[in-house]
């Protein structure tokens, strides 16, 4: 079992920066991969970014890439997903995700994720 709670949501002005982490208890951090996703309004739930349990290998929504990092702390039990530079269409609810399958390279499909976070807002104002 795999517990994850997601922080750091709010609302910035477009152009501006947030930082979201994800705390995790259970099953040992490191023996998963994390990924982030995002939901908006009326729109189905959809990738993000992914790390592998070490960090060592990231993938990237081609709407992301170069604007958004993630990253992870084993030794805190914690995922982060830095976003910068955001736009009004990066508002949504952003949900942390594990894939206990230890896959390489990390997955991006929804459904090869099987724990999921409660989400938090993001809101991009123009």
């Known amino acids: 079992q795999v517990q994850l709670v997601e922080s750091g949501g709010g609302l910035v002005q477009a152009g501006g920066s947030l930082r979201l982490s994800c705390a995790a208890s259970?099953?040992?951090?490191?023996?998963?991969?994390v990924g982030w996703f995002r939901q908006a309004p009326g729109k189905e739930r959809e990738f993000v970014a992914s790390i592998t349990w070490n960090g060592g290998r990231t993938r990237y929504a081609d709407s992301v890439k170069g604007r958004f990092t993630i990253s992870r702390d084993n030794a805190k039990n914690t995922g982060y997903l830095q976003m910068s530079s955001l736009k009004p269409e990066d508002t949504a609810v952003y949900y942390c995700?594990?894939?206990?399958?230890?896959?390489?390279?990390?997955?991006?499909?929804?459904?090869?994720?099987?724990?999921w976070g409660q989400g938090t807002q993001v809101t991009v104002s123009s």
């Open positions: 259970g099953q040992a951090f490191s023996n998963y991969v």
């Open positions: 995700a594990a894939d206990t399958s230890t896959s390489y390279p990390p997955r991006t499909r929804r459904d090869d994720y099987n724990y």
